[in-house]
């Protein structure tokens, strides 16, 4: 089957900007990686985000956009189209681009209410580029009882079988939230949310420090985690449940590290991410031999060492096995947008607890 030529945008919980990629692939095994681009977020537009964020926890009508709500979804929208036109600009890519998978800011995630929100318009999207925009991927899920996320793993999957890789095999995705795809080695996916990634840290950064993120992990090495206050998370009941199962970036708050000095509050938050990734071995069905680790996590020496700690096993970043650690997930939107076309399935009964393979996602014309 011909390759169809899409391109991907996320925009995660971490509200740093706007990730754009370029595939070419089936929307099966055929996966062909191009070249990506990114569009940071200015910090007024992060305050905006982050306003929405807020105000989207009295939401209960995923279709309502009280005034702060409307204004990201402009905001959202109009970065978005302001990426994919600077990508295509820099990569001379123009008309090659068949289909744009979008996958908008999500600003509150309640599967348990049937309730899922990202901000994006669609088809303003797809006016403005004057492309097919597959959007809104998590709603069809939610609404036959699944938990709309986490949507890459049959991604992970394809990518597995066109780089050559051995299940069984985990791969770890650390954005604001962190998920892990198990995969083994009768080819079965087992997907859920392992717990916070980068937002409580980056939250703690920010309101303690005025900065974006702990660069290079540099003050939670310096920091010592609070073993008391960890051990008490632990046993929230999120991760005594079995999955599917998904976290809202709002289920935790970075401010339960308070009474901590910054480098302390650094380190527990941090070791927290790790153990929590740690506590996923629970429900695998076979020990990955190794973990595959994306998402801004990598960037982060300190958190990577956390992790070899806890899990005790061979960890490579995505850049490491030819992949992309930064864009994963932007190339995962991008196979799913064909898949949605194609009528394919992207959510599973082991990913996201729904009842049936579903397809998902809706399109729209230029």
Do not use: C
């Not at 995962?332 to 076309?341: C, E, G, Q, T």
Request: net charge negative; glycine share 10%.
């Amino acid at each position: 089957m011909a390759l169809t030529r899409a391109i991907g945008l996320m925009s995660g919980t971490s509200l740093d900007g706007v990730d754009v990629a370029f595939i070419e692939t089936d929307g099966e095994r055929g996966v062909k990686l191009g070249p990506t681009g990114y569009r940071a977020y200015s910090e007024a537009e992060r305050g905006m985000l982050r306003r929405a964020l807020a105000d989207a926890v009295r939401v209960s009508d995923r279709r309502a956009r009280p005034t702060s709500l409307a204004e990201a979804e402009r905001l959202v929208t109009d970065a978005h189209a302001e990426a994919v036109e600077m990508f295509l600009r820099e990569h001379a890519i123009g008309g090659s681009a068949q289909v744009v998978g979008f996958h908008g800011q999500t600003v509150l995630h309640r599967p348990e209410m049937e309730l899922t929100v990202q901000l994006g318009d669609g088809p303003a999207l797809a006016r403005r580029l004057n492309l097919p925009v597959v959007y809104d991927f998590r709603a069809a899920d939610v609404a036959e009882g699944g938990q709309g996320a986490p949507l890459v793993p049959v991604f992970h999957r394809a990518l597995v079988h066109a780089t050559g890789q051995e299940p069984p095999i985990a791969i770890l995705n650390i954005g604001g939230v962190a998920n892990v795809t198990f995969l083994d080695t009768e080819d079965q996916l087992l997907a859920f949310d392992t717990g916070p990634g980068n937002a409580l840290l980056d939250d703690w950064m920010r309101e303690r420090a005025g900065r974006s993120f702990d660069e290079n992990g540099a003050l939670a090495a310096r920091g010592k985690p609070d073993e008391t206050l960890l051990a008490w998370l632990l046993v929230h009941p999120y991760f005594q449940r079995e999955p599917p199962k998904s976290l809202d970036r709002n289920w935790f708050s970075h401010r339960m590290v308070a009474h901590l000095s910054l480098e302390d509050g650094a380190a527990t938050l941090s070791t927290f991410t790790a153990k929590a990734v740690a506590r996923a071995l629970e429900f695998a069905n076979k020990e990955p031999k190794r973990w595959i680790v994306g998402g801004g996590g990598t960037e982060n020496p300190e958190l990577m060492r956390l992790l070899r700690q806890e899990l005790k096993a061979a960890i490579v970043t995505a850049d490491e096995v030819g992949w992309s650690a930064s864009h994963l997930e932007a190339q995962a939107f991008a196979f799913l947008a064909v898949r949605s076309l194609r009528g394919l399935p992207i959510t599973f009964p082991s990913t996201t607890g729904v009842r049936e393979a579903m397809t998902g996602g809706v399109v729209a014309r230029p």
